[in-house]
């Protein structure tokens, strides 16, 4: 099998396996109110539980991404897979609230623990001229995920109940997971860096591993501080949003639960929409000037802002069309930053340390959702759901704000990274030479 097959079957399996995975996120949204009702608790609970899933999974992804740099990650993903899997199809099963809060906290950790792999292992399939799109298609796929989970529970759980959706999407995992694990070989770490991949090719392993004290080092690079920040404050919208969507504008803008759901469909496909879009827009300004990409991601997050509190504050109620198409909008824009960020990351930080930099990213951007879906759950119970809905929907300007911040250190820490690398490689080929 020649090494660009080898690359696609690998990316291929991987975005089913993440796709199935991030349903796990979303199969509760759209069935709140019957899950409320029978373990009758209200939308702080909810949210509550909602945030700890996200931030716990991230605190346990810390871990995954330090042993993600030293071991095998094949194997890595697979164990998170499968720690989230498991419990997502007993969460069917349970009896009581405190069993359900169990299995969705323990569905959450599997999710964190996979992040860091996967982009690590991305960056190690394809060079800084691929990570774009490659980055761009696994990002859109999680978006994709989730709108599965959401459909999923939306379509089927006013039918089926509740319960039998995380069977439906907890088996095909498992067994697409079994492919991958068999199919998929382990790629050699630092093989798609230019200025060594020769010398990895040749036979040589890269001869760098990271260190606790290297994950104090991150945060001298300056692009990962300021995209730290902005991670936070960014998806605390894409906590509250996705999780109290359907429900705000079935009670609020006076559509039904089908309806509401449909909406969510085109936020969502607006979402994946963007991630592609911006993904592929964003290797193209990267190409031509490196400091574009985080201005480009800076002004597509205002005007995301913008359409989405128009949406939630000024659009009348019982407008489904317009609903659509400005749910579509809102989240195309907004969406643009995510592929381009984690991008970013992989362009500005030594293949050893990726693993490191993508648990650390997951955690901002955890305990923003996390704060997003808890902060959500108290105002709805105190002020209402669209107060709670458009209060996070007004993080994303001060998120816009430290891109553009980035922006002025993008690109000097690109060409850190590329004097990094061509040092290692003229330090392995002086090893080489010595031990011929």
């Known amino acids: 099998m020649t090494k660009n097959r080898e690359r696609t079957w690998a990316l291929v399996l991987m975005i089913v396996v993440v796709g199935l995975l991030n349903a796990d996120q979303n199969l509760i949204n759209a069935t709140l109110e019957a899950i409320e009702r029978e373990f009758r608790v209200n939308d702080a609970a909810?949210?509550?539980?909602?945030?700890?899933?996200?931030?716990?999974?991230?605190?346990?992804?810390?871990?995954?991404?330090?042993?993600?740099?030293?071991?095998n990650r094949k194997r890595l993903f697979t164990i998170a897979v499968l720690l989230s899997e498991?419990?997502?199809?007993l969460t069917a099963f349970s009896q009581n609230?405190?069993?359900?809060?169990?299995?969705?906290?323990l569905t959450g950790f599997g999710v964190g623990a996979s992040f860091p792999v996967i982009f690590s292992f991305l960056g190690d399939l394809y060079d800084e001229r691929e990570r774009a799109s490659a980055v761009a298609w696994m990002t859109t796929v999680m978006g994709i995920g989730q709108i599965l989970g959401q459909l999923v529970s939306g379509y089927l759980g006013p039918t089926i109940g509740w319960r039998m959706p995380?069977?439906?999407?907890?088996?095909?995992?498992?067994?697409?997971l079994a492919v991958f694990h068999f199919v998929v070989h382990e790629p050699k770490r630092g093989a798609a860096e230019t200025s060594i991949d020769s010398l990895i090719q040749e036979g040589?392993?890269?001869?760098?591993?990271?260190?606790?004290?290297?994950?104090?080092?991150?945060?001298r690079v300056r692009t990962n501080l300021?995209?730290?920040?902005?991670?936070?404050?960014?998806?605390?919208?894409?906590?509250?949003?996705?999780?109290?969507?359907?429900?705000?504008?079935?009670?609020s803008k006076q559509l039904s639960i089908e309806q509401a759901t449909t909406a969510f469909l085109l936020f969502g496909l607006g979402n994946v929409a963007g991630t592609?879009?911006?993904?592929?827009?964003?290797?193209?300004?990267?190409?031509?000037?490196?400091?574009?990409?985080?201005?480009?991601?800076?002004?597509?997050?205002?005007?995301?802002?913008?359409?989405?509190?128009?949406?939630?504050?000024?659009?009348p109620g019982g407008t489904l069309f317009w609903t659509l198409v400005l749910g579509f909008v809102a989240a195309f824009f907004a969406s643009m930053t995510g592929p381009n960020m984690r991008t970013m990351l992989l362009d500005t930080n030594v293949p050893e340390n990726r693993g490191a930099i993508f648990s650390i990213f997951n955690?901002?951007?955890?305990?923003?959702?996390?704060?997003?879906?808890?902060?959500?759950?108290?105002?709805?119970?105190?002020?209402?759901?669209g107060t709670a809905i458009s209060v996070s929907a007004g993080f994303w300007i001060p998120c816009a704000l430290f891109l553009w911040i980035a922006s002025l250190f993008f690109v000097a820490d690109v060409k850190s990274l590329h004097t990094k690398m061509e040092k290692l490689a003229d330090a392995m080929k002086a090893k080489k030479l010595a031990a011929e």
Do not use: H
Not at 226 to 231: K, R
């Open 97 to 105: 609230y405190t069993q359900f809060f169990i299995f969705r906290i």
């Open 226 to 251: 300021y995209l730290f920040i902005q991670g936070i404050l960014g998806t605390v919208p894409w906590g509250a949003i996705p999780l109290f969507i359907v429900k705000f504008l079935n009670e």
């Open 86 to 89: 498991i419990p997502c199809f």
């Open 166 to 176: 995380f069977v439906i999407v907890s088996v095909p995992t498992v067994l697409v």
């Open 276 to 315: 592609i879009l911006g993904g592929l827009f964003g290797g193209v300004l990267f190409r031509r000037n490196p400091r574009w990409l985080p201005q480009f991601c800076s002004v597509t997050t205002v005007i995301g802002a913008g359409v989405t509190l128009y949406l939630f504050i000024a659009l």
């Open 204 to 219: 040589y392993l890269y001869p760098r591993t990271i260190k606790l004290r290297d994950y104090l080092r991150l945060f």
């Open 363 to 385: 955690l901002t951007d955890s305990v923003g959702t996390g704060i997003g879906k808890y902060v959500a759950g108290l105002l709805s119970v105190t002020f209402g759901l």
């Open 46 to 71: 909810i949210g509550l539980m909602s945030g700890l899933f996200t931030i716990l999974g991230a605190v346990v992804s810390l871990a995954v991404g330090y042993l993600s740099d030293k071991w």
